[in-house]
């Protein structure tokens, strides 16, 4: 894990923009804030930077099950994690007490994020008013803007037209933007001819400027590089390679226009200070995360999201894209529209919203139909901050899945690992599970690789901060220090290089008419947490004039029905305790009971019953060194439901259960407290085959207007990773 970052600090006061900061920033807050929908007096009144003061603080979790609980209180999590710390980001006063209710402790590293804002923004210019052209590949010197990306996207395609072309994703945006995306690779005009694809996306979280930045500037170096660099002129003759760069265009330019700061000296008159203000911070939705939906399954008119400022920092409103993919959807780790009973969770409001279903969001739906329409053999899906390269699975091998047994690792994880620490042997970034920073579901990969078996990260990027100081995305492209010359570039191009290997992937190859249409196909259930979704993949080439193909495909057995070693859980414990209560006050009334667990357990697990249909809730609580309680679960079913808590990786030491009476009228209560072993087991696998179809077109005779027929044929195809299937298709394309 990452080691425990120092604070950030704010250089020597006098900086030339910073002069009046507290007033600045309560007129930055109040105006943008107060002209919204559904803005409070709070928020307007002369205390907003009491109110909306945002902080990045260290959070203790000395353990896992503190991660869960961490998890369940509604707060906007970072991507930043160690060993006994999870990184917050504190929008509000009221963010703050809800720690403290909940017996969390914290180090501030980072004061005051505006204040921070507008330091960076000095030390951006700083460094553009010392360099010509940065070294990155494009040369930039600071953040792009929206319309930059568009820009810089639109120019290498002018440029380079024989192996760059942009292209826009299916769907337009919740506020009328349309993403696009680049392809790169040689003769990238022609038909599809069999060559994997390498995927490469930025900003699905729109506060996370250096991921953006990070595929731009590789999509610029492999554009500017063919033909010039022998490594990438090989590999872009094998790959086609995807950018899409800002997969979130309304939540970004909402977050980078707001994370700018508006030069004011034209107002002087106006500024309460007399002048001695140049500048105002405009925070409102510099750390958004989401994108702007406002109602689930309803539109907003174009250009309206900058009106839907409801919280601070406008971190609550829309869902994170992160957690709607279709990979075990609603599953641990995502927020639902209504927090369950007990929970402190914000609904439709937390930072990790699913939204409505899988795939709700047009953003989710225009990656799924790229990764359905090619075979996409390597995914990188960029983030910040946290310097980790991330795999699946998003939840711990132990958690007990839809299907009634634990999860269990990815049948690819040997593999997986080995790759990602080739990736980090040059970014110096820590190679681990996704669950191992905090549980997550919905996630880009996790969809990706269970629907495909193509292999998919998250890249992590950065130390410390959602969007650092210019510099240092440079130095994170690039390298620096031991890893100088190497960077994400190099982790990048590794990750090409996998793409490409075909002792990774499978490969049909043979020989068919030429001008046939191969496509590849298969329907099947993608499993949510709750149920599951139809889902599909279809892709295709067009066999060339010579009448040969080799077509680079995933394998088609999804890992999803590949045989897994799984840690299943004994029948009966083999250790525990039960307890007899009797009666208690209700809504006020609790007793606590105390088990020692002298072992340490997979699971351990309490169960809380009682003779009467309505209500008791349970929570169960650790003793830490110092003998205070810390709650390691708790359950508040709906009156009628019994309570159960299961504490996953239980140490052994002393624990607390506490009953609470919500509203019963039982004279008794029974807990049964139960310690659980795991063996490890192998379950049952399947293969899956592809549907293959020939079709092919010809012309009819004697007709003015010569209209093609078609002719298709179809077979099953089974084809493993790391096997060439050779085959001869002319009897089937007639």
Known sequence: MTRRPRPVRSSSPGRRRVAGLATLAALAVAAPMAATVGATSAVAAPSAPSVFAPQLVLVDTPDRSDRLRLQKLGLDLTEHAGRDYIEVLLHSTADRDVLREHGFTYDVRIANLVERGVEIAELNEAYAASVDVSPLPSGRDTYRTLADYDADMTALAGKYPGHVRMFDLANPTLDGNTVHAVEIGADVDRKASGKPTFLLMGLHHAREWPSGELAMEFATDLAT????????TRMLKKARVLVVPVVNPDGFDLSRTDGEYVDLRALNGADPLGGTGSVLATPGQAYKRKNCRVIDGQDIPDGSCRATLTSPGGFGLGVDLNRNYGGFWGGPGAAGPVPPPGEVEAGVLDPTYRGASAFSEPETQNIQTLVRERQVTMMISNHTFSNLVLRPNGVAPTTIGPDGDPVGNAPDEKALK???????????????NSWQLYDTTGTTEDWSYNAT??????????????HPPFPEVVDEYLGAGDYQGRGNRAAYLIALQHAIDT?????????????AVLRLSKQFESPTWESSFDDFLDSSITVGRKGRFSWVVNPSTRPLMESRVIDRLADEPFAGETFEGGPTEPVIGSVDHEYVATRDSAVLRVNLDWPTPDDFDLTVYRKDASGELVEVGSSGNAPGAKEEVQVPDAPAGTYVIRVLNYASVSPTYTVEVGQ?????????GGRESYTLTCETKGRTTGAASAKPKSGSAAKKIFIDRGQVKKMNLKRLCR
């Not at 590089?225 to 990438?232: E, P, V």
């Not at 078996?453 to 959602?466: D, K, L, R, S």
Request: hydrophobic share 30%.
């Open 418 to 432: 080995a790759l990602g620490a080739e990736m980090t042997k040059q970014n110096g970034y820590t190679n681990q």
């Open 503 to 515: 002792s990774q992937h499978g490969v049909l190859k043979g020989k068919a008419p030429k001008g």
């Open 225 to 232: 590089s063919f033909g010039k660099d022998k490594q990438i």
């Open 676 to 684: 659980f072993k795991a063996t490890q087991a192998q379950t049952e």
């Open 453 to 466: 078996a193509g292999f998919g990260y998250t890249f992590e990027i950065g130390p410390n901060e959602f």
